[in-house]
């Protein structure tokens, strides 16, 4: 089954597909993960994405479609895949079908901005062991070190909340037309962020099985 998930930043899409790559057993092609990488590695890719990511901004598409190009023809995908951080806009959902990529299901995840703009900029990173933190939700005992390594915990740039106001803003004009452009072709399915975690699966695991 090859499998789309949208949602805003913030919208945990990224454990969502955690779960349906245990349940499914195909890969999950993160184009956040391979960027990222990118930027520690200093590739050529790393240096043109580095800019954009820094000001919240997009990837411009010829870098990113280049990628799951390449990503795709890997023998791990043969029985399908999930993309998560692609198609970022309708012009890539225009490529992907360009290079025959058939898509079974579209699967929305929605979560109301206010959610997400505390979700992010409550993130705290430990800035040595990169352990993850939440000032509300997952808080380190004394709010300021790291539990496993004593190191500061840091707010990653990404999670500014001047930052997430401007990645919103560019999802809702480049990333959610494609909510249209998928249910216009039947293949769209919206599940709506719960408080817990587990029952946003349960709704997701429903939406694949439907």
Known sequence: MNLILLGAPGAGKGTQAE????????????TG?????????????GLKAKKYIDEGALVPDEVVIAIIKERLLEDDCKNGFILDGFPRTVPQAEALDAMGVVIDKVIDIEVEDEKIISRLSGRRVCKDCSASYHIDYKPSKDGKTCDLC?????????????TVLERLRVYHDQTEPLIKFYKDRGKLFVVHGQEKVEDTTKLTLAAIEE
């Open 19 to 30: 779960v349906i790559v245990n349940h499914l057993s195909i890969p999950a092609i993160s």
């Open 33 to 45: 993960n391979i960027i990222r990488e990118s930027l520690r590695n200093e590739t050529e890719l």
């Open 150 to 162: 004593g190191a500061e915990l840091i707010c990653r740039k990404d999670d500014h909340p001047d």
